[in-house]
């Protein structure tokens, strides 16, 4: 069946710093892709998703591409800022229609 | 437009209780899914509600179930309650596209039940 797999947190960086965090799936077709980001006592917010392959989703700085070829979505950001501190997860919603989640990874940012 | 609603924002019930969680979505939005998660599983798909019917089920035991009225309210109910159904419950919803009888794929989702079983 359809799975993500991202990477294992806790990740923690110091402010400006470049941030990376992996994503690959599996799925059969062409899923979209996601990332969301839940924010302490809250639900979940989409940060950026992308419907086809090569798409480049983008929203307050992060960035991720969709690409086939290595099934990822690796989620990018330039320059972190304390506020960017969450958990993010990557997803997928494939040919069965329901949001597939990877596993979350927390995110820590030092002032 | 106001966000998706969840109702109550914190739960406390004992082993064996039932639970009824509530989810209004955003207006005009007709699909309403339900999620679990859990520290230890993450986030898991329950089930999927479009005009009152539900159209996807994850696997969980038959003691969750839900239901969906006219005005695309939602409730999704837990019956004789588990110590490991403790858990943030999410609702989500979404637009539906009438034409080809699928679902939006971005879902906007609400803050969350917490819901804790002693």
């Known amino acids: 069946g359809d799975s993500v797999t991202q990477m294992e947190g806790p990740v923690t960086l110091s402010e400006e710093a470049f941030l990376t965090i992996n994503c690959t799936y599996t799925a059969t077709g062409y899923p979209s892709l996601f990332w969301y980001v839940q924010y302490p006592g809250e639900g979940l917010q989409l940060l950026l998703k992308?419907?086809?392959?090569?798409d480049k989703g983008s929203n307050k700085g992060f960035e991720a591409t969709y690409r086939k070829e290595t099934t990822s979505f690796h989620l990018e950001k330039g320059s972190v800022q304390v506020s960017d501190s969450a958990v993010y997860f990557c997803?997928?919603?494939?040919?069965?229609?329901?949001?597939?989640f990877g596993s979350g990874t927390r995110l820590s940012i030092r002032p | 437009k106001a966000g998706v609603t969840q109702t109550p924002r914190y739960l406390i019930k004992t082993r064996g209780q039932q639970v009824t969680l509530s989810c209004s979505p955003i207006?005009?939005?007709?699909?309403v899914s339900w999620y679990q998660q859990t520290p230890g599983q993450g986030l898991q798909f329950l089930f999927e509600?479009?005009?009152?019917?539900?159209?996807n089920k994850g696997n969980f035991p038959g003691r969750f179930s839900g239901r969906q009225f006219s005005n695309s309210r939602s409730e999704m109910n837990v019956s004789t309650l588990e110590l490991g159904d403790s858990a943030l419950y999410l609702c989500?919803?979404?637009?539906?596209?009438?034409?080809?009888?699928?679902?939006?794929?971005?879902?906007?989702f609400g803050p969350g039940t917490r819901l804790t079983v002693l």
């Open positions: 997803a997928l919603s494939g040919s069965a229609s329901k949001i597939i």
């Open positions: 992308a419907t086809k392959a090569d």
């Open positions: 509600y479009f005009s009152e019917t539900q159209r």
């Open positions: 989500a919803s979404s637009l539906y596209h009438e034409t080809s009888g699928r679902r939006y794929n971005e879902q906007f």
């Open positions: 207006s005009g939005h007709r699909s």
